[in-house]
C-alpha cells in the first residue's frame, strides 16, 4: 500500500459519515478511505486537524463570459475564485460570452480560451436557441454536459430564447440523445402584463426595489414551471429547472416528482440568504432575475431544500463590469441583472444552513453531490469514495469573516454580501490530489482540466 499524499482530518464527510478518516490520494484519485492513523508510514501528510474536509464543490451553474465578454469575467479569474471558494469543477453557462455555446464550432472558441487558463476543472454546457436544433447532437458528441434554454428574453440579443414549439422539437431530440435539458423558467406573458400594470399607475420609481420585484413576478415562474412539466411528460425528456425561486410552483413540482417525472431543481444562495425587505433602494448589486423575494418566500425554498424537492444549491455567478449595475442611478429597471458569488457559495449556505439545523453531510449533497449527478460527473466527482478524483476542499465551519472585495478573486468585486460576516473558512482546495489553494496561495502554474462527456 502506497500514497502520494494522504489527507486526514477529524472531521471527514463520506457518503455514509462523519467521522475521522485518513484519505489515500494516487495518481489524482482517492485509493483508499482508512482510519485516522491508518496511513502508509512513508507518504507524505496533510494533516487538517479538526477541521472539516469534504469533497470538492461542483458548481454547475457559473457564467465567465469568455471568449466575448472577458471584461465581464474570464477563464482565469472565475476559476481562482472558484478554487478560493473551495470548487473543484465548475460547469460554464452557454450564453454572455461570443459566440455563444449553441455550435460545435462556438465550443471549439471556448475550449481554445479556456485550455490553459483554468485553475479548477471546468466543464461545458451547450445552448438551446430557435435556430439551432441540427447542432445539438453534434455539439453533445463533442462533450457538452447538457443543455439550457431560456423562455423569456436572455439579455443578450445572441442568445434567443425559445417559445414552446421549438422547446418541444429540442426536447425530442434531448431525449433522444439521452441529453439534459436546464430551463430558465420565467415566461414573458405575465412580465409583460406586470410592467403595463405598474406603468398605468404613472411611473414608477426605478430606484426602488419594489418596482423591480412587482415588474418579475412569481407568476411568470409558475407559468414557465407549468410548462417544462407538460414538455417533460410528453416527451420523456430529463428536465432540470435553474435558479428557482416561487414558493408558489413548488406544489406543482412536488407532483410532478410523485408522478415519477425525470424533473429536477436548483436555487441559489441569494434566494436563501437575501430578502427582498432588506434590498435598500438604489442597490443594484441584489438586482438578478428572477428576483429575490420576500423572506416568506424564502423560507418555503429552504423546506423544499430540506424534503428533498429542491436537490441544490449553485451559485448562478454572474457579474459584469460594475458600470452595467447603474450604481450612480440605482436604477433597477437598466441595470444590468446577475448576481456575483462563486468564491462565496460554501459559506453563504453554510451560515444560513447551519442556523436552520441542517448536517455538514446534507450540506455535501446540495453542493457537491447533487450538482454532479445532473452533470453526469456522479461517478468520479462530488464524493469523498475510493476511485474518485482526489478532489477536496478543508475548511473551518466555525471560524467567520467579513466578505470584503480584497478577499474575492473574482475579476469584478461588486457583490450583495459585501459587509457580511459569515461563517466557514475555506483553507484549502485539492484538484486531483494537487493543492490549488491554501490560505490566499495558488500555485505557479493552473492544474484545471476540461471536463467533457467523452471523459466520463
Ligand atoms: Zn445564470
Redesign the pocket.
Known amino acids: 500500500m502506497s500514497a502520494d499524499l494522504v489527507i486526514r482530518s477529524q472531521k471527514v464527510v463520506t457518503p455514509e459519515d462523519l467521522a475521522p478518516a485518513s484519505i489515500h490520494i494516487q495518481d489524482g484519485r482517492i485509493t483508499a478511505i482508512a482510519g485516522f492513523d491508518d496511513y502508509p508510514p512513508d507518504a507524505p501528510v496533510f494533516d487538517a486537524g479538526n477541521s472539516v474536509v469534504m469533497p470538492g464543490l461542483v458548481d454547475t451553474?457559473v457564467?465567465i463570459n469568455e471568449p466575448g465578454r472577458t471584461e465581464w469575467e474570464g477563464f482565469a479569474s472565475a476559476t481562482r475564485a472558484a478554487a478560493a471558494g473551495g470548487v473543484a469543477t465548475l460547469v460554464d453557462?452557454p450564453l454572455n460570452c461570443i459566440p455563444a455555446t449553441t455550435t460545435p464550432q462556438a465550443l471549439q472558441a471556448k475550449l481554445a480560451a479556456a485550455r490553459g487558463n483554468c485553475w479548477v476543472d471546468v466543464g461545458f454546457w451547450g445552448g438551446v436557441v430557435p435556430e439551432n436544433v441540427g447542432h445539438l447532437r453534434p455539439l453533445f458528441e463533442a462533450g457538452v454536459l447538457g443543455f439550457k434554454c431560456f423562455l423569456i428574453p436572455s439579455g443578450v440579443e445572441e442568445f434567443h430564447c425559445v417559445a414552446e414549439s421549438h422547446l418541444r422539437i429540442a426536447c425530442h431530440e434531448l431525449k433522444r440523445l439521452g441529453a439534459v435539458l436546464i430551463v430558465?423558467a420565467e415566461l414573458p406573458g405575465p412580465v409583460d402584463e406586470a410592467v403595463r400594470a405598474l406603468n398605468k399607475g404613472g411611473s414608477p420609481d426605478p430606484r426602488r426595489y419594489s418596482t423591480f420585484l412587482n415588474s418579475r413576478p412569481q407568476k411568470a415562474e409558475n407559468e414557465a414551471v407549468a410548462l417544462v412539466i407538460r414538455l417533460c411528460r410528453e416527451t420523456g425528456c430529463r428536465m432540470h429547472i435553474?435558479?428557482h425561486s416561487s414558493s408558489v410552483a413548488l406544489p406543482a413540482l412536488r407532483e410532478a416528482r410523485r408522478e415519477g417525472l425525470p424533473i429536477t431543481v436548483e436555487t441559489c444562495p441569494h434566494y436563501l440568504c437575501l430578502a427582498a425587505e432588506d434590498v435598500p433602494d438604489g442597490a443594484t448589486q441584489f438586482k438578478c432575475c428572477p428576483p429575490i423575494r420576500e423572506r416568506d418566500n424564502n423560507e418555503a425554498l429552504w423546506a423544499a431544500l430540506g424534503e428533498g424537492l429542491i436537490e441544490m444549491v449553485v451559485s448562478?455567478h454572474?457579474p459584469c463590469p460594475p458600470e452595467m449595475k447603474m450604481r450612480e442611478s440605482g436604477n433597477f429597471l437598466r441595470a444590468w441583472g446577475?448576481i456575483s458569488s462563486l468564491q462565496l457559495r460554501l459559506p453563504l449556505t453554510w451560515t444560513a444552513a447551519r442556523g436552520r439545523g441542517y448536517s455538514l453531510r446534507q450540506l455535501t449533497e446540495w453542493l457537491c453531490r447533487a450538482p454532479a449527478r445532473l452533470v453526469g460527473l456522479h461517478n468520479r466527482k462530488g464524493a469523498i469514495q475510493k476511485g474518485y478524483d482526489a478532489d477536496l476542499v478543508v475548511w473551518d465551519p466555525e471560524a467567520s469573516f467579513r466578505v470584503d472585495g480584497a478577499l474575492l478573486h473574482h475579476r469584478h468585486k461588486l457583490t450583495p454580501y459585501t459587509g457580511q460576516v459569515l461563517n466557514g473558512v475555506v483553507e484549502a482546495t485539492f484538484l486531483r490530489g494537487r493543492k490549488v489553494f491554501e490560505r490566499g496561495w495558488f500555485p505557479p502554474a493552473p492544474a484545471g482540466a476540461i471536463v467533457s462527456r467523452e471523459t466520463l
Open positions: 451553474h457564467h453557462m430558465h435553474v435558479h448562478d454572474s446577475g
